[in-house]
């Protein structure tokens, strides 16, 4: 069996799937359109990192949780697109790494304010840092192997 050479690509776009739909689980419950799946028990709050009316679950009137789903969707349809786009497939390694890596860039900045800040964290927005570190990785791996197999 041989192992394609862009299998970190693919990772990337088949992990991009999970993180798409926590970050839409967490829009919808910030719109209160759903009810949260955790209740409030001490450091475990999804209602003050992510609620409705959760004081830093947004930037102005644009919740987090959106510009999460948008950067998942980015990811993926940047993965998606470099079949069809010639520039895409050229620059999709930079493109995958400043992506992936803004997106860990901002996973970190909100889990640092759950934790000092807010003090309660939210297993939803907990799960999607992993995954965006997940993606950070394989985007570092991906570039290595793109500049040793390039001559």
């Known amino acids: 069996m041989k192992v394609r050479a862009d299998w970190p690509v693919r990772v990337i ?12 689980y967490l829009w ?3 719109e209160g359109s759903l ?13 003050r990192v992510s609620g409705p ?16 789903f948008v950067g998942y969707a980015s990811i993926f349809g940047l993965i998606w ?17 400043g992506m992936t890596g803004l997106g ?3 996973s970190v900045g909100l889990t640092l304010l759950e934790l000092l800040v807010i003090h309660a964290i939210c297993r939803y927005c907990v799960v999607s840092a992993i995954i965006m570190t997940i993606l950070f990785v394989l985007a570092v791996i991906n570039l290595r ?3 040793t197999l390039e001559p």
Request: net charge negative; charged share 10%.
């Open 13 to 24: 776009q088949l992990l991009a799937v999970p993180g798409l739909l926590v970050a839409f």
């Open 28 to 30: 919808l419950y910030h």
């Open 35 to 47: 009810v949260a799946a955790c209740t409030g028990s001490g450091w475990d709050d999804c209602g």
């Open 53 to 68: 009316g959760a004081p830093y679950s947004s930037i102005g009137p644009i919740p987090i949780a959106l510009i999460g």
């Open 81 to 97: 697109l470099k079949d069809w786009v010639p520039w895409a497939e050229q620059n999709l390694a930079e493109l995958l790494m």
């Open 104 to 106: 860990f860039l901002f």
């Open 145 to 147: 192997r793109r500049a």
